[in-house]
């Protein structure tokens, strides 16, 4: 890497031009792509340094020749046995690097830099990768309650992102639901629902789109099909209300809100059942109990074995947090949610965005937006489970963990976004 002081030397007069393309490489993943970058006039670059880097991120160098040969022991890993010179072609100036299989995250900004310890320019290469992924794959997720069969179209490795479209038998595009996108070093991973009437029609399309590319799979769905499905359904659907039941009769416990562990901005109800989120920090003593700076509070009653279950209303709200924490977790400055930090919890952002914090994160597929949510622990199993109390089904669940202190259950109302998140949590009786 060349120190600040060399760039003195641009001052000098011009021995020579770092040329390249004028606009951006477009690659696609797996195959080989050269990256253009020449002297001008044509004079040998034998002699000289040619340092291709990224331009962003801690680690930059590409590749590097230098006194005649090449020294990539700083190389990023990832571009490691990808990268040559046209050494033949060295002699009349050209210093393009080859770049072996293209992955999605070779995608970015590059710096060709030509040093002839008199003089050095540089230029800018933009890389843009496509990737064209996996055919979609389609499952049936089954019937919500108002009779309606839900399908899922699952897709990955795209780049850019892909558009998903849903066309019947009839040609006719059927409305979706919201597109679930993750993006990786192998570009993004693409899910989206569907629901669909039962009606005569019993064909249907997931196309997935990108630019020219396009992968399509057909679904067909037999009469007695759609039947086994909703009986499928209906049988997992009475399996779990027996479940949540049995956890409200046998293990439900009367939780209240602890307001030495409050956060300053929140306000909590006389009777320790709601929490919002207020404008005006408050004047409380900074206990070593007490939030100062996440807007969340604890239970008042810890538990250190057996089994305990609590229901809190999240109606109105478009961001909470919700589950138990250990006794012991950090109570000042940032706080990271995850079981490693001693938090077992869930949440929802922007709306409709659900997320198990497990480390790594868990996107929740929710067929719909849950109002009640159920939390359920069972401390000698290591078990912390979330439940949809309104429609009987399962959220997600933490399994194996390992609890050694006492267990609070866990609040967080998060900010009022100016009024847009200003509905209350709510510690409901478990009837």
């Given at each position: 890497m060349l120190d600040i002081s060399s760039k003195l030397r641009k001052v000098l007069p011009n021995q020579f031009q770092v040329v390249g393309p004028v606009g951006p490489l477009v690659a696609v993943a797996g195959e080989d792509l050269v990256l253009p970058c020449s002297l001008k006039p044509n004079i040998s670059a034998v002699d000289m340094t040619v340092e291709w880097s990224r331009l962003h991120g801690s680690?930059?160098?590409?590749?590097?020749?230098?006194?005649?040969?090449?020294?990539?022991?700083?190389?990023?890993?990832?571009?490691?046995?990808?990268?040559a010179l046209f050494k033949e072609e060295l002699q009349r100036g050209n210093t393009s690097l080859k770049l072996s299989r293209v992955r999605v995250s070779d995608e970015g900004k590059y710096k060709c830099l030509i040093d002839s310890k008199s003089h050095y320019d540089d230029i800018t290469v933009e890389v843009?990768?496509?990737?064209?992924?996996?055919h979609p794959v389609v499952s049936m997720e089954g019937y919500d309650h108002s009779g309606r069969l839900s399908l899922l179209c699952e897709t990955k490795g795209w780049n850019p992102e892909p558009e998903i479209l849903w066309p019947d038998s009839e040609g006719d595009s059927l409305p979706a639901e919201n597109t679930e996108t993750v993006r990786d070093t192998e570009g993004f991973y693409v899910k989206q629902r569907v629901i669909v009437q039962d009606s005569n029609t019993n064909r249907?399309?997931?196309r997935v789109i990108m630019r020219e590319h396009m992968k399509e799979v057909e679904i067909f769905i037999p009469k007695s099909e759609k039947k086994r499905i909703q009986e499928d359904a209906e049988r997992k659907e009475a399996e779990m209300r027996r479940e949540i039941e049995s956890r409200r009769r046998l293990y439900a416990v009367d939780v209240t809100l602890d307001p030495d562990t409050a956060h300053p901005k929140l306000i909590l109800s006389d009777d320790g059942k709601q929490v919002e989120h207020g404008n005006t920090r408050q004047n409380f003593p900074d206990n070593p109990e007490r939030f100062d700076r996440c807007p969340c509070v604890l239970g008042k009653e810890g538990f250190s074995s057996g089994r305990f279950y609590y229901e809190v209303e999240v109606r109105g709200k478009t961001a909470w947090d919700l589950g138990v924490a250990r006794e012991s977790i950090n109570r000042k400055g940032k706080i990271t949610l995850s079981p490693e930090d001693g938090h077992w919890t869930i949440y929802l952002r922007n709306g409709d965005e659900y997320e198990a914090l497990a480390d790594p994160d868990v996107l929740l597929s929710l067929r719909q937006k849950p109002q009640?949510?159920?939390?359920f622990v069972?401390?000698?199993?290591?078990?912390?489970?979330?439940?949809?109390?309104?429609?009987?089904?399962?959220?997600?669940?933490?399994?194996?963990q390992s609890f050694t202190e006492n267990l609070y259950p866990y609040f967080s109302p998060c900010n009022n976004d100016e009024g847009k998140n200003s509905a209350p949590l709510v510690i409901t009786p478990v009837r």
């Amino acid at each position: 890497m060349l120190d600040i002081s060399s760039k003195l030397r641009k001052v000098l007069p011009n021995q020579f031009q770092v040329v390249g393309p004028v606009g951006p490489l477009v690659a696609v993943a797996g195959e080989d792509l050269v990256l253009p970058c020449s002297l001008k006039p044509n004079i040998s670059a034998v002699d000289m340094t040619v340092e291709w880097s990224r331009l962003h991120g801690s680690d930059t160098l590409v590749h590097l020749y230098t006194d005649h040969e090449d020294r990539n022991e700083r190389q990023i890993e990832s571009y490691r046995r990808r990268t040559a010179l046209f050494k033949e072609e060295l002699q009349r100036g050209n210093t393009s690097l080859k770049l072996s299989r293209v992955r999605v995250s070779d995608e970015g900004k590059y710096k060709c830099l030509i040093d002839s310890k008199s003089h050095y320019d540089d230029i800018t290469v933009e890389v843009i990768v496509e990737a064209v992924g996996t055919h979609p794959v389609v499952s049936m997720e089954g019937y919500d309650h108002s009779g309606r069969l839900s399908l899922l179209c699952e897709t990955k490795g795209w780049n850019p992102e892909p558009e998903i479209l849903w066309p019947d038998s009839e040609g006719d595009s059927l409305p979706a639901e919201n597109t679930e996108t993750v993006r990786d070093t192998e570009g993004f991973y693409v899910k989206q629902r569907v629901i669909v009437q039962d009606s005569n029609t019993n064909r249907f399309f997931c196309r997935v789109i990108m630019r020219e590319h396009m992968k399509e799979v057909e679904i067909f769905i037999p009469k007695s099909e759609k039947k086994r499905i909703q009986e499928d359904a209906e049988r997992k659907e009475a399996e779990m209300r027996r479940e949540i039941e049995s956890r409200r009769r046998l293990y439900a416990v009367d939780v209240t809100l602890d307001p030495d562990t409050a956060h300053p901005k929140l306000i909590l109800s006389d009777d320790g059942k709601q929490v919002e989120h207020g404008n005006t920090r408050q004047n409380f003593p900074d206990n070593p109990e007490r939030f100062d700076r996440c807007p969340c509070v604890l239970g008042k009653e810890g538990f250190s074995s057996g089994r305990f279950y609590y229901e809190v209303e999240v109606r109105g709200k478009t961001a909470w947090d919700l589950g138990v924490a250990r006794e012991s977790i950090n109570r000042k400055g940032k706080i990271t949610l995850s079981p490693e930090d001693g938090h077992w919890t869930i949440y929802l952002r922007n709306g409709d965005e659900y997320e198990a914090l497990a480390d790594p994160d868990v996107l929740l597929s929710l067929r719909q937006k849950p109002q009640k949510v159920g939390v359920f622990v069972d401390y000698e199993e290591g078990l912390v489970s979330f439940y949809d109390v309104e429609v009987s089904s399962h959220i997600y669940s933490f399994t194996g963990q390992s609890f050694t202190e006492n267990l609070y259950p866990y609040f967080s109302p998060c900010n009022n976004d100016e009024g847009k998140n200003s509905a209350p949590l709510v510690i409901t009786p478990v009837r």
